[in-house]
């Protein structure tokens, strides 16, 4: 039996659909605007000119109601075909219109786009156009907003019915189904009516009979096709369960409900200015042309800004002394962001710790950027606190150094509780007192997270607009993530640009409510929804930091890195945090080895402010001397298996498998208008095979040891440094070109050197 993975309908008027738990459904305003809403969770806009579509999870109602005369495609995504392509592994997916910046929310306009014009085919390849286009669709949404479910969060009886859903068209018995569960007969009879209400053969009769109804009214197969490709045995038990149901024969239910006219072919919109289907493919070649007189001047480069250090106090150990002071100097950090808890002042043995830390940083050459951590619980008592800080900062540092460095006041309450102004309060009297010290910047603010409380933003930008304040910059904290429901729960994305895309939102809410998207900042910034997490310690981990930074180079003056090392991350409370690798997202390890991603930081630290070419691939800058800085990488693709693989599961070994087709590409240089001559090249890069501590970790073995040697520990250290190639090329007619071949999730660092 071959049933439609997508089906489908076109709605110009309001519906109201009910839960069903074999169908997702993807909602595409294809004219006009309608309002989406679903139980649970706020209602969405979906409009052909600002985010179109929405999907709603299996068994979840809603109502979909035009806002203008529009036209609405609404495809039923079958999860019982979708699950057993995944063998049996169930997945939710989390897409709406705030996600509309991502790269794979426009490939599923396009696809869609293509669906809709296969319906549209006639002839002999008709049913061909029409499965390709229905796989791009579903390929499209598994791999950009597709979510794993751990087993052990389903309940036992929807474990039970998605099993029958996705296999109650094969010779389904109760012995066949108890051993999929690992159960005697007589104990899953028994648990099954206990879970779902109804016995076995029922429940399994109930389904095979949905879908044979389903078949009658869309489709012209006969009665008998329909009868056994759903299970039963021969036309009479058919009819005899079906009549016992429905107390009509096939045929007569069948005449009654005829296909609704919304799904015919002349209802179709008669074109779709689209472009072809399916996604942009990443090309053979990533091409840096450049012209040397082509000079922009970067207003600023936000990779050097500012590393986030954590709580303060922290910095009293003096392995973490070294390591910070090796990485600052080797990338040029201007500030770090730490920390500070008032309760240090209240003993002198804390208050000697904080100044310690403080002489420690300035010592080093750093700027502070001091984050004070507020949920509005306490306003009065925090107002004294913070007024304390400052003035004992003044006294020991001076007023005039303390006036250039940066304050934070971070909300750390809960999702939407930010509307209730007690924070908001607290926000004004820190700003008046950093005014009344005339600090050079006025107090940032408020360091929500744009994925999960993108409202609390809005509310603290109303909130400030109303009292005239305007804060010295907007923090947010960006995450690779997407709400799911209205109960705060987070899935993955694998949208490669999804800091790029979450300020682009940001920047348009500071626009509406009257700031200037100058102000934004990121404050604070992770790869991962857990803290641990094998992709943290591979290529892939510095190819997309280096594709990351460069994305927003436009957009933000300062991206805060969270955790510069792994050692001042929270701990997992297992065996792994005295590995060599523990996945932590630092960007060295513990024992203070170099990861990919700190190589992604130390290259774009060489390019200058005189900016030749820029895009998400690389970056070309030159000096004053005629020499020439280029960053560029192989940043893959995470595909399906990476999201709908729980993150607790991700493994090392299995890194090549998470992306959509790794591939060697070349990078290509060419830079016009050069001074004719000889020029040196060196080359410097990080993969898989030079560079890599993980993979060299893994090639020893070591992920499993608990317990290393020194001498294993200098080995790996001894192979976390980039390889160096050279070149010779002789700018004939003013053009210097050559290529480099860049293995998958590889960054290169190419300096190009004026010799004669």
Known sequence: MREWLVDYRFVRRGVSLQGDRWRARICYALRGSALLDMAGSSPFEISEHDGALAVVNAAEAFDLKPLTDCLVLVCDLDMRLLRRMLNDRPVRFACNPTLRHQEAYGALERNLDAFVRSLAETGDLSRLYREAAELGVVRCLMDGFSSA?????????????????????????????????????????????????????????????????RRLTSTSETVTRIALESDFPNIASFNNAFRSAYSVTPTE?????????????????????????????????????????????LPWRPWLDMIGLGAIDVLDDARVRDQVRWLCTRVGFERCCVTCDAALLETPAGLHRLQDCLDFLLDAGLSIHMVFESDGSDVAGEVTSIERMLRTFSNRYSISNVRRWRFELRYSGAPSAIAEGAYLDLFASASALLERMSADTGLVG?????????????????????????????????????????????????????????????RETLAREGFDPGLLMVSGWDDSLESHNAMNDSCYEGAHACQTLLSCRDLVQSVCYDWALDRLCPTNGDDSDFRPLSGKPGLI????????????????????????????????????????????HNCERLGARYLTTPESLISFEEMSGYFEGPASRLAHVRIDGARPGTYLVKKRFVNASDGSVADAASRMRLWCMDDPSRGEIEYLRSHAHPQMELETVLADGGTIEFSHELSSNEMAYFHVIYLY
Do not use: W
């Open 149 to 213: 479910q751990e087993v052990s969060a389903i309940a036992r009886g929807d474990a039970f019915m998605e099993y029958i859903d996705s296999h109650f068209d094969e010779p389904l018995s109760l012995s066949d189904a108890a051993k999929r569960f690992n159960l005697s007969p007589e104990h899953f009879a028994r648990l099954f009516k206990r879970e779902v209400g109804s016995t076995f053969l029922s429940y399994l009769t109930s389904v095979r009979l949905d879908v044979a109804t």
């Open 253 to 297: 239910y069948r005449r009654k409900h005829e296909m609704s006219e919304e799904r015919g072919g002349e209802c179709l919109p008669e074109c779709l200015d689209a472009d072809p289907v399916g996604e942009t493919v990443a090309s053979e070649r990533i091409d840096l042309l450049c012209r040397a007189d082509d000079i922009v001047e």
């Open 446 to 506: 408020p360091g929500v997270s744009v994925a999960r409380q993108s409202q609390d933003l809005r509310t603290f930008l109303e909130s400030m607009r109303a009292r005239g304040i305007v804060p010295g910059a907007v923090s947010v904290a960006c995450h690779p993530a997407v709400p799911l429901d209205g109960e705060g729960a987070m899935v993955r994305t694998a949208d490669r640009f999804y800091m790029r895309n979450q300020l682009l939102g940001a």
């Open 589 to 632: 390890t513990r024992d203070g080895i170099p990861k990919p991603s700190f190589y992604a930081f130390e290259f774009l630290g060489h390019i200058g402010p005189r900016v030749i070419f820029a895009d998400d691939r690389g970056i070309a800058s030159v000096n004053k001397m005629g020499n020439y800085q280029i960053v560029c």
